[in-house]
């Protein structure tokens, strides 16, 4: 602040612009990184199963293997998955 009071340039409107300007640059760049953290859906060909055809031993399986990464968790997402599809 004593800067700006002693310092004429500070108070220029070619000055203020710049620190306008740089503020504005500093808000672009937060916004730009909470948009590149989107989350985008998987791309579904024609004439495939959707996740909608999911059942309830399918969903089951996924979240014991999110909260236990095991190779038996594992097993059982594949057993599920392959059960799946052949509905």
């Known amino acids: 602040m004593a ?8 108070r220029s409107a070619a000055f203020q612009r710049v620190l306008a300007d740089a503020g504005a640059y500093r808000l672009a760049q937060k916004t730009v990184q909470e948009k590149l ?3 985008v859906p998987p791309v579904q060909s024609p ?11 399918m969903a089951a ?7 236990n990464p095991s ?3 594992a097993a059982a997402v594949l057993t599920a998955k392959r059960a799946a599809s052949r509905r």
């Open 3 to 10: 800067l700006y009071q002693s310092q004429p340039i500070m």
């Open 37 to 39: 953290s989107k989350p």
């Open 47 to 57: 004439g495939t199963a959707g996740s909608f055809n999911r059942d309830d031993n």
């Open 61 to 67: 399986a996924l979240r014991a293997f999110d909260k």
């Open 71 to 73: 190779p038996q968790n």
